[in-house]
């Protein structure tokens, strides 16, 4: 785990006013309710879930999960992968595809590493160059008498990773099967387009696609009479379908934990639990103008590619427009359409809050992130969480 710098373990305790910006802060408060919420949901619904560790990136989070009874962890990196388990994280799958040797090399260290600590590392295939591939670093490694669980992702209609449902889903688990050092896992299904879909029913009629080619799948094995171990997949966005489908026995999502403002855009199903912001951009005033201001939180504080974030906990009659300043500045302009008709403005120095687009490559662009319990007003720091993936792409 990172190094935390001294300044900033001296704001534990302070109140949140001391936190400089911009600076990714953790309302402590609705992590822990999103937590215990998803804890619960899973538990009534009977599946496992394996959140996904490429939304917070730390080690830290990942135990606060698997202590509210987490099954794992999901990664799409071995350099993620590696990052979690120099943390203590022992139960890790890759639910991506890795073929680089080189990677492959690694895969094989990191899982003779876990099982000898009595954990897991498990991946995803979708053809058979990969699972031979991965058998052979396994080998070269002397990865021990443990065979490593490999799931085969299937194209549930994203049209990305996978191979095509039903036979040749049949024919790589045959591949993996016939590999000593390899263990048929089940399958990975998981559509995440379908997670930014914005109705409920356009939500649901996606996964109802998503389970024919899952259940086409399951028949084909039972033809070749090959038992599936497990069905996983899911996101934030889908997941009360996928729990309801009594096909999947693990859930993953990622952002329930923090949300973001695309996530916020999205029609809650009813079904779902009540998911709450919990991940901030704190920014100030730092230059201001007859018809607009400017925060210092740019680019490189908030990720933009699901769009500009949203200033939070402003009332109507003081609704303000974040535009695009670049890198270091954030451009705020009154909104009248949304009840500012007076021109109000932040005055030099006023403290902002900012929910970000998307929170996953949010997190990657900052090496700290600052829990607060209490809230934004007279919230205290808590503790300093390390985003030990940052940069982890390899």
């Not at 959140?51 to 730390?58: E, G, M, R, V």
């Not at 492959?104 to 990969?130: F, Q, Y």
């Not at 809650?268 to 201001?293: G, I, N, W």
Request: glycine residues 10%.
């Amino acid at each position: 785990m990172k190094h935390i710098p001294e300044h900033l373990q001296a704001l534990v305790g302070q109140a949140i006013k001391r936190i400089d910006t911009p600076a990714l802060v953790i309302d402590l408060d609705a992590m822990d309710r999103n937590i215990e919420r998803m804890a619960r949901f899973a538990q009534q619904h009977g599946v496992l879930w394996r959140p996904h560790a490429k939304l917070h990136k730390s080690a830290l989070i990942a135990h606060l999960l698997e202590h509210a009874g987490a099954s794992g962890h999901c990664v799409q990196k071995i350099s993620e992968a590696e990052a979690l388990a120099e943390g203590g994280i022992t139960n890790i799958f890759i639910s991506n595809e890795i073929v680089a040797p080189t990677k492959l090399e690694r895969v094989a260290k990191l899982a003779k590493a876990l099982n000898a600590e009595g954990g897991r590392l498990a991946i995803a295939v979708d053809c058979e160059a990969g699972v031979s591939r991965l058998a052979q670093a396994l080998q070269q490694a002397q990865a021990g008498d443990k065979a490593m669980d490999v799931l085969v992702e299937i194209n549930v209609g994203q049209n990305r990773c996978g191979v095509e449902p039903g036979e040749a889903a049949v024919t790589l688990a045959q591949a993996i099967q016939a590999q000593p050092s390899l263990r048929f896992g089940g399958l990975q299904a998981y559509h995440g387009g379908a997670q930014h879909l914005r109705t409920a029913a356009e939500r649901k009629a996606a996964i109802e696609q998503v389970l024919k080619h899952v259940n086409r799948t399951c028949h084909e094995f039972d033809r070749a009479r090959i038992a599936i171990p497990l069905i996983t997949g899911a996101g934030t966005g889908t997941m009360v379908n996928e729990a309801a489908s009594g096909v999947y026995g693990e859930i993953q999502p990622g952002s329930f934990l923090f949300m973001d403002a695309d996530y916020a855009a999205n029609q809650r199903d009813a079904a779902q639990p009540m998911f709450e912001h919990a991940l901030y951009v704190k920014t100030q005033v730092m230059s201001l103008s007859a018809d607009h201001a400017v925060c210092d939180a740019g680019h490189k504080a908030h990720a933009i590619d699901s769009g500009l974030p949203r200033l939070h906990a402003l009332p109507a009659e003081n609704a303000l427009r974040f535009a695009n300043g670049g890198d270091e500045h954030g451009v705020l302009h009154p909104e009248p359409q949304a009840g500012n008709t007076s021109g109000w403005l932040p005055a030099l120095g006023e403290t902002l809050w900012l929910i970000p687009g998307h929170c996953d490559p949010t997190v990657n662009l900052h090496d700290y992130l600052i829990g607060v319990r209490g809230g934004r007003l007279k919230g205290v720091v808590e503790r300093i969480f390390t985003v030990d993936g940052r940069g982890a792409l390899t």
